[in-house]
């Protein structure tokens, strides 16, 4: 059996990795999920793993920062990511393995029978992990192009967009709608915070409202008022909370 790690923000693509690994993948011995790369440190330290299934996009540590952290890889690397092509290109490049979300039952096989065949061939070499993580990431900081894609939860699954076309983010209670450039809204079973915190590392997203996070890079219109109202780029109007206005012009105003 492999010891093997799971590392994601999110708590449904922890549970559905998993559940597909025990499925599928049974040589693979999942000892830990964590939902943060400082999480990850700590796991990785206590459970010495010889494989981790690691997300990218991930707030406050990322997947690449986390490996910064680490002074020996001694374990292979399999990442999640929902990355544009120039991201896949560097990993392919570097023959570092990835699993495109949402995940695919035949690539995640693919990739663990190949994992264990690295790590049997490598078990003891823990350098050559080193440099091939460290390639990777010189190529990935190489590439201008910032990582814009988001995972977007669904009722049937999930869904890839860029996240500079979410025009706005509108709540309803339990529900939120998420309204895209040039294509149809998205509605999912999550809460207007869970959005908040999803799309945090954007610096483009601003919470107007209890109910409304809006891309600063969409609106057309500011009228002033209690709190005022925006107009966005498809016309819709979202009123500012009054204990918000102050803190979106000034936001606004350092965006601009």
Do not use: W
Request: include cysteine; hydrophobic fraction near 40%.
């Amino acid at each position: 059996m492999i010891k093997a790690l799971i590392i994601d923000d999110e708590q449904y693509c922890l549970d559905a990795l998993e559940t597909t690994i025990k499925r599928y993948c049974p040589d693979i011995d999942v000892v830990g999920t964590c939902l943060s790369g400082v999480l990850g440190l700590e796991s990785i330290e206590k459970y010495k793993p010889q494989l981790i299934f690691l997300d990218i996009a991930m707030p406050k540590m990322d997947g690449f920062e986390m490996l910064n952290e680490l002074d020996n890889i001694d374990f292979e690397v399999i990442f999640t990511t929902a990355y544009d092509n120039f991201a896949i290109q560097a990993f392919k490049v570097n023959a570092v393995d990835y699993i495109l979300k949402p995940i695919d039952r035949q690539e995640l096989i693919a990739a663990c029978e190949k994992a264990k065949k690295r790590i049997a061939l490598n078990s003891g070499d823990p350098l050559r992990y080193n440099r091939q993580i460290i390639q990777l990431l010189n190529s990935i900081r190489n590439f201008s192009e910032p990582l814009k894609f988001i995972s977007i939860p669904t009722l049937k699954g999930f869904e890839i967009v860029k996240a500079e076309d979410i025009l706005y983010v509108k709540g309803d209670g339990n529900y939120s709608n998420i309204i895209i450039k040039n294509k149809s809204p998205i509605l999912i079973s999550k809460t207007v915070k869970y959005m908040e915190k999803k799309l945090e590392e954007y610096s483009f997203f601003f919470r107007i409202h209890s109910s409304s996070i809006i891309n600063l890079n969409e609106i057309n219109q500011y009228f002033r008022g209690e709190g005022g109202y925006v107009v966005m780029s498809d016309g819709k109007t979202l009123n500012v909370a009054r204990h918000r206005r102050k803190l979106f012009l000034k936001k606004l105003e350092h965006h601009l």
